[in-house]
């Protein structure tokens, strides 16, 4: 049998393995896989060192319990109810001498389209007359104001409305207002009266009621007896 010439430096230890009177093996020694399994390497411990602005470590540890423990005892309700501010205990002795407007809700489009400024609705809490106005958006510059008497109209007063911000723009705007009211016993029925007008671009809007203004009258809470002295007493 011809050997390779490149097999010829172990020709003779080839030709042992292949005789069949030797049963050594080729290779001496025990086997091993090539697959050898590592013991995994223990990472040390991280360690966590706080330092203060200058780079110094912190020496002072500070350990804090979650028990809590209350020194002073929970006040009662009946001291509570004492701290808690007292609610408006004056009641005005005026109500409304009207219908909410925003009720009569074609009519209220109709007078919001012709006079472009109308009174939506209104309230008394307290001794506070209180409501909103809205006007159409014909100009960006609006100032709405409400003119209200409580001498049937031997004075007057002329207080700002406020501008009330609302997510969906449209067509109209919406202002509130505020006027405290006298207290005491009312006056006569009409006494108390007031109107809005609105200025926009150079032109001014009223509504006063279809000309019979926006009026209060005495309350039923008080005693007629007040009112009789209120309209005899009256130069009106």
């Not at 390497?41 to 804090?64: C, E, W, Y």
């Not at 219908?99 to 307290?126: A, W």
């Not at 109107?195 to 279809?210: H, K, L, T």
Request: include cysteine; charged fraction near 15%; hydrophobic fraction near 35%.
């Amino acid at each position: 049998m011809d050997v390779p010439s490149c097999l010829s430096p172990s020709h003779n230890s080839l030709h042992a393995s292949l005789s069949p009177h030797r049963a050594e093996p080729l290779l001496q020694g025990p086997f091993r896989s090539c697959l050898v399994r590592q013991s995994q390497r223990q990472s040390p411990k991280k360690r966590v060192v706080f330092a203060d602005m200058k780079g110094l470590p912190l020496i002072t540890v500070h350990n804090f319990s979650c028990d809590i423990q209350h020194s002073e005892k929970l006040p009662s309700s009946s001291s509570v109810q004492q701290l808690m501010p007292a609610g408006p205990t004056e009641v005005s002795s005026y109500t409304l001498g009207f219908s909410q407007p925003f009720l009569d809700y074609d009519r209220f489009n109709r007078c919001l389209e012709t006079q472009k400024v109308c009174l939506e609705r209104c309230d008394i809490r307290g001794l506070f007359l209180q409501g909103t106005v809205q006007v159409h958006n014909v100009g960006y510059e609006k100032i709405v104001v409400i003119r209200i008497t409580f001498n049937a109209w031997t004075s007057f007063f002329d207080l700002p409305c406020v501008y009330m911000c609302h997510f969906f723009p449209g067509d109209t705007d919406i202002f509130s207002f505020q006027v405290e009211l006298p207290s005491g016993p009312p006056g006569p029925d009409g006494t108390i009266q007031f109107c809005f007008y609105f200025q926009c671009a150079q032109q001014i809007y009223w509504d006063n009621n279809q000309g019979y203004n926006y009026s209060l009258k005495p309350s039923d809470c008080f005693p007629m007896n007040f009112v009789s002295e209120q309209i005899s007493l009256s130069p009106l």
